[in-house]
């Protein structure tokens, strides 16, 4: 079993109104040289597979089908890793 | 023609619209269970408004590998009505039957109040009984209504007349455009935030609402839809 840790964001071209509001309360703080803020997603799957290799492929495609809306979304997989409490094969 | 209602975990103005589709039209409205999957005795299908799967993910994202999606998509594809209203907008955007995607209201609060909307075009089978230009109250009552499609996608929608309501006071959510509803190309599916069912009866504050519905069926009625 694998774990893969997948990052969505708001492409660059498209507001980001959670981040914008976020900005707005750091420089309230007093965090004045704060230049930009964007809010995303950090979705864990855990899957079943023979390999990481074959996870990731998994992952990314569940990425294009569900996890991100290409229309404004992007999203990465940061990292794929044995799951915490499987056994590390191979 | 029979009207279809789709009722999702989560929905909530699903019998507000089988009602106001009663009240209005006269004709049949069933409600009609996510994992149906033939939906071919239906004219008419509605995707209510609510908070289909908790809006988990995303508004729509889940609702839209649903089983009726199916007979929906369907239905899309050779002419019967589609209309998806706010959470069922949300849902026809993440299903790709229109051009697309909702984003967070740009003052992040959920806003629920009648707003001015202008009907621009008056030659869809879903607002022929409105004047072009005309503007009417609707409610609205969404948190991410904020309509985003990139530059070109929203030139070919101006281009092609595919903007139907259009928010004609304060745009109370931030979307391109001021878009309150758009149609797809062929002109058979629908997705508007507004709430027309919650504005059939003075006492609602708004019968704006009833023309939508009127529209509806003699569209169906005319092209002898199921």
Not at chain 2, 17 to 34: F, K, P, Q, S, Y
Not at chain 2, 199 to 216: P, Q
């Amino acid at each position: 079993m694998y774990t893969a840790r997948v990052y969505v964001t708001l492409k660059a071209s498209v507001l980001d109104p959670q981040g914008r509001a976020v900005e707005r309360a750091l420089h309230a703080l007093g965090y004045g040289e704060v230049r930009g803020v964007r809010v995303g997603k950090v979705i864990d799957v855990t899957v079943e597979a023979p390999d990481a290799g074959a996870a990731r492929r998994r992952v990314e495609e569940m990425g294009r089908r569900l996890l991100a809306n290409p229309v404004m979304e992007t999203f990465e997989i940061e990292s794929v890793k044995p799951a915490s409490g499987a056994a590390v094969e191979g | 023609m029979r009207f279809a209602v789709i009722q999702f975990p989560g929905s909530n103005c699903d019998m507000d619209t089988v009602r106001a589709i009663r009240e209005v039209t006269g004709a049949e409205a069933d409600l009609v269970w996510h994992a149906r999957k033939d939906l071919s005795d239906y004219g008419a299908i509605f995707l209510p408004g609510g908070f289909s799967y908790g809006d988990y993910l995303r508004p729509g994202a889940i609702a839209r590998f649903a089983e009726a999606m199916d007979g929906v998509r369907r239905a899309a594809e050779d002419g019967r009505l589609v209309i998806g209203i706010c959470n069922g907008f949300q849902i026809l955007l993440e299903a790709g039957l229109l051009p697309g995607a909702m984003r967070h209201n740009d003052h992040l609060q959920f806003r629920c109040e009648i707003v001015p909307v202008r009907v621009e075009r008056a030659d869809t089978p879903f607002t022929s009984g409105y004047e072009p230009g005309q503007v009417i109250r609707l409610p609205i009552a969404h948190g991410e209504g904020n309509y985003y499609a990139d530059d070109g996608t929203l030139e070919a929608l101006e281009r092609r007349g595919q903007v139907v309501f259009r928010y004609a006071g304060e745009n109370p959510n931030g979307s391109r455009n001021a878009v309150a509803g758009i149609v797809n190309e062929a002109g058979n599916v629908l997705g508007m935030m507004p709430h027309p069912e919650r504005a059939v009866h003075r006492w609602l504050g708004s019968e704006d609402g009833r023309a939508l519905f009127v529209s509806m069926w003699r569209a169906g009625r005319e092209r002898q839809l199921v």
